[in-house]
């Protein structure tokens, strides 16, 4: 290939070549094989690690995230207003630390620092059983929402370096399904407690007993057992902490960095893609904001009890669970991203569709199928995380990326708690209208990026089979400078050899 020679392992800190990923210090420019059988028994042991943890933690997440909820309707002693100002209070949190997060993760281990946000924010949910003003909820909610904020953007990085491309869909909906478990756990209990008549404690102070220890022991997990990275992984002998790099490096999307590198930023912000992501989010989160505080609202109005409310709404957790491993699993299949946020998004329509057209029919049956098939629309943001994991490299454009839509996630859900208004009660049309409308436009937004991203590909492999002829190269000699780039810590942008996944 020319005259240029490899770069060895020694040669790597000091070489002004690169400043490359902490990958490169492991396993230098030059490929080392392993056989397929050796790299199946690999990725099985990665899995029985990361994913029951990282399932753990979103679990956890997802049923603090929504504690409010529970509690609203088991003696919370902020009503009205100042409800929804303590509910608004955890997402200002999460868009206010957001960035700041994420770069100080890039600086530090992935796993301990997420775990000691773990344990924080279980300690922040025992605070709220001692609580007893509006003032005081609304500061512990703040910090809850900072202290979750950093969930996703870690959970995807250590999933785009431990695993190739076509594995990443599936390993995001392993713990993204929690989502819908959360969804039929948390009714269960509710549904418990609500024969509870409060005598020793208020029911609610129960709630956060529980959640506050579940989180503090997950936490405790997290910091213990999580992986970093594959270049320090506790689980991996050296050996293997090398094949797994080897495992990802034709995929060119890089490992860790801990250098912030503010052109990798400004790319990000110029790149027409990442406002699609954006917009994608807003487009899933303003219709999940409002149904995830206004369903138990909708099916009780269908004619039901609240406490056979809580059991009627569990269902649709488990649609969401079905359709999140099912999206997941066809998005690797098939090494698409987008088509399957449409494919989800269809049933979504029709529910809605028939909770609209049969309002006033009194055929609960209907109705309550309707509200269940909305939960397979649940599988839209797992699959968007999957794109942001496969589609982005260099370490601090994938931070930024992830930053932009976690805060963007939170501006959809506070939008959506307004789509759903006090005067159109109890039907709420014009609410179910709007989520149609914001779905529909959900379909175009997710069809574009994959149009542009098959138009990226195509154009780049015209330019690589040009380098070829201007310089004499084989397809070997593509193969060692995709091979010398992998871990450089280049953009997807910079890397002509980086292949998008549709």
């Known amino acids: 290939m020319d005259s240029e020679k490899e770069t060895s392992r020694e040669e790597i800190a000091d070489s002004p070549l690169f400043k490359g990923d902490e990958a490169l210090r492991l396993v230098g420019t030059q490929a080392q094989k392993f056989n397929e059988e050796y790299n199946r ?87 709220h059983a001692f609580a007893n003003s509006f003032h005081a909820f609304f500061a512990l909610r703040f910090i809850l929402g900072m202290c979750e904020s950093c969930v996703s953007p870690i959970l995807i990085s250590i999933i785009s370096m431990f695993y190739r491309k076509n594995e990443q869909g599936t390993r995001i909906a ?49 910091l213990v057992c999580l992986p970093d990275s594959p270049v320090n992984a506790w689980i991996l002998t050296e050996e293997e902490r090398i094949a797994s790099l080897e495992r990802v490096r034709d995929d060119q999307g890089g490992t860790e960095n801990r250098k912030f590198k503010k052109e990798q930023v400004i790319e990000t912000l110029l790149d027409v893609r990442t406002w699609l992501i954006v917009l994608a989010t807003m487009l899933t989160d303003i219709p999940s904001g409002g ?79 309707g509200s269940y ?39 959809g859900n506070i939008i959506g708690t ?11 049309i014009p609410g179910k209208a709007a989520i149609m409308v914001l779905l529909s436009a959900q379909i175009g937004v997710a069809y574009l990026l994959r149009h542009i991203n098959v138009k990226l590909n195509i ?27 992998a871990f450089a810590d280049m953009t997807d942008k910079q890397n002509v050899f980086f292949q998008y996944v549709n």
């Not at 042991?45 to 088991?74: C, E, G, H, R, W």
């Not at 969804?183 to 007993?209: D, E, H, L, R, T």
């Open 373 to 411: 098939l909305i939960g397979s629309f649940g599988s839209t943001l797992s699959t968007i995380y999957a794109y942001n994991a496969s589609n982005t490299s260099g370490y601090t454009k994938k931070l930024t990326l992830n930053a932009l839509t976690m805060v963007f996630f939170c501006v």
């Open 291 to 369: 149904l995830t505080n206004f369903s138990n609202i909708i099916i009780k109005n269908f004619g039901y009890t609240s406490r056979q409310t809580l059991i009627l709404a569990t269902p649709s957790g488990i649609v969401e669970v079905i359709s999140v491993v099912v999206c997941g699993y066809y998005s690797d299949k098939k090494g698409e991203r987008m088509l399957p946020v449409i494919y989800a998004t269809l049933p979504t329509l029709l529910g809605v569709a028939l909770m609209i057209g049969f309002n006033d029919s009194g055929q609960k049956g209907v109705l309550l199928f």
């Open 459 to 485: 154009k780049r492999r015209a330019i690589i089979e040009e380098i070829k002829r201007e310089k004499g190269w084989t397809d070997d000699d593509v193969q060692k400078e995709k091979e010398r780039r």
């Open 174 to 222: 392993y713990f993204y399904a929690m989502l819908g478990f959360t969804q039929v756990f948390g009714g269960f209990v509710a549904y418990g407690i609500s024969f509870y008549n409060g005598g020793a404690m208020a029911p609610y102070k129960i709630v956060y007993y529980l959640l506050g220890g579940l989180a503090i022991l997950v936490g405790i997990l997290v």
């Open 418 to 428: 307004e789509i759903f208004q006090p005067k159109d009660a109890p039907a709420y």
């Open 41 to 127: 028994r690999l990725r099985n042991k990665l899995d029985k690690v990361i994913i029951p943890i990282t399932a753990a933690v979103y679990f956890t997440q997802f049923l603090d995230k929504t504690s409010l909820n529970y509690a609203s309707i088991m003696g919370f002693p902020v009503t009205g207003q100042n409800y929804n100002l303590v509910s608004m209070a955890f997402y200002l949190g999460f868009i206010v630390w957001e960035f700041p997060t994420v770069y100080i993760a890039q600086k530090l281990r992935l796993g301990k620092y997420l775990g000691v946000n773990v344990i924080i924010w279980g300690i922040v949910l025992l605070c």
